[in-house]
């Protein structure tokens, strides 16, 4: 098979390239590891940025998007014995965030690309990438037991952390960035209609918060330690520690019941640079992950995939390398903006084992500044908001 840009990785950010490419009448074909219904029924991210929405809008994937996606002026965060404090996105940047699943974006981009007849293979098993430092990369797969050879001009790695494309290129020529935290976050979904806001809420047990996705289906979040597996804790164990969490205004607020999913999210924050390594790019998970405070990555993903775009379509209609020459270091400059405010609302709203009194007494201050100072709230309203993207 030949084409123009084969994307590795069926998940947000290979499907919306493909979409986007589409439009622009650029080849590619997607090659996705698993099957369609398990990509769709995985269950991660819930808060879109105002830019991620708007790409959303400007390639027409907001049918669903706009009758049940919720606009949201910021976020809540509440602290055990102190008052609480709006990051009020809306105030200070006059944009919105919006509450709409990436299960629901998933399944919107595949319906997108079956309608138009885009080339996505699933289960596409041992993916590889060949001559990544040519102009004429090839990548080979298996499936149903037959070996299949992509020729292409582009490789775009969207196969998150742990897939093939980043690990293709010679660590002498790429740096790795790693942050490790010993906790993560224990999530459950429950059928039951969710608070007004996204809430996190700190507490010296550790963090809690509030998510949501529809109105009839609510997420909620613990920190909880490292190791720990969805079978420590039964439900009552985590709406008991949940609602300790809260303060009791809010805690009464909570409709608990059955879970209908409970998961363990590792906290990690990483980049690999350079983006670009010959004929391969790397974008979303395969290339950086935050923690999820804050809820940067699927935005994220969404803003390298904006820049990649960007370049691979000024490529091949114009023949400007500029672009592709200078992807990596623009993605980077947002990529390391996202790495930033995450790890900082991570140190904020987090219990560290082990840390010094000393360490609690800066977060306790930097919360109160946030209190008391508007330039300090316009500033993480600012951040908190992603910034916007560069020409
Ligand atoms: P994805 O979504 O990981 O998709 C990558 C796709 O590549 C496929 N793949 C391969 N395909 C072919 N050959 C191989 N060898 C392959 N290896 C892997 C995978 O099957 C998959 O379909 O990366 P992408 O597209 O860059 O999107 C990034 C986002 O998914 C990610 O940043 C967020 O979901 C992160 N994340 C969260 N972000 C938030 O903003 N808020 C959240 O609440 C939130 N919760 C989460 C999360 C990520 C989680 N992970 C990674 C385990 C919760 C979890 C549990
Ligand atoms: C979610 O909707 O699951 C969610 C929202 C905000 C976060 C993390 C997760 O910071």
Known sequence: ???????????????????????NGIDNVVLERQSKEYVMGRIR??????????????YGLNERLDK?????????????????????????????????????ITEDLYAARERDGGAVICEAQNVALHDIESDTPHVTYEKDGN?????CRFIAGCDGFHGPSRKAIPSSHSQEFHREYPFGWMGIMVEQP?????IYAYHSDG??????????LSRYYVQAPINDTPEDWSDDRFWETLLTRFPEEYAKKIKTGPSIEKSMAPLRSFVSEPMRHGSLFIAGDAA???????????????????????ALVS?????????????SQTALRRVWSAENISWRLTKLLHVFPGEDPFEQKLRENDYDLLLMSEAAQHALAYEYMGLPFED
């Open 194 to 198: 969710p608070v007004e806001n996204f």
């Open 147 to 151: 070996i299949h050879r992509v020729d």
């Open 45 to 58: 991210a819930g808060v879109l940025e105002h830019n991620t929405v708007q790409m959303l809008r400007d």
């Open 315 to 327: 490529y091949f209609k114009g023949g400007n390398v500029a672009l592709i020459d200078s992807y």
């Open 288 to 310: 950086h992950i935050v923690p999820p405070t804050g809820a940067k990555g699927l935005n994220l993903a969404f803003s390298d995939v904006h820049y990649l775009q960007r």
């Open 207 to 216: 963090m809690a918060m509030a998510a949501q996705r529809n109105e009839m």
């Open 1 to 23: 098979m030949k084409t123009q840009v084969c994307i590795i990785g069926g998940g947000p950010s290979g499907l919306m390239l493909s979409h986007i490419l589409d439009a």
């Open 68 to 104: 049940i996606g919720k606009p949201k002026d910021g976020t809540l965060i509440l602290w055990e014995n102190r008052p609480e404090f709006f990051i009020d996105i809306k105030k200070w940047t006059g944009k919105q965030m919006m509450a709409y699943g990436q299960t629901y």
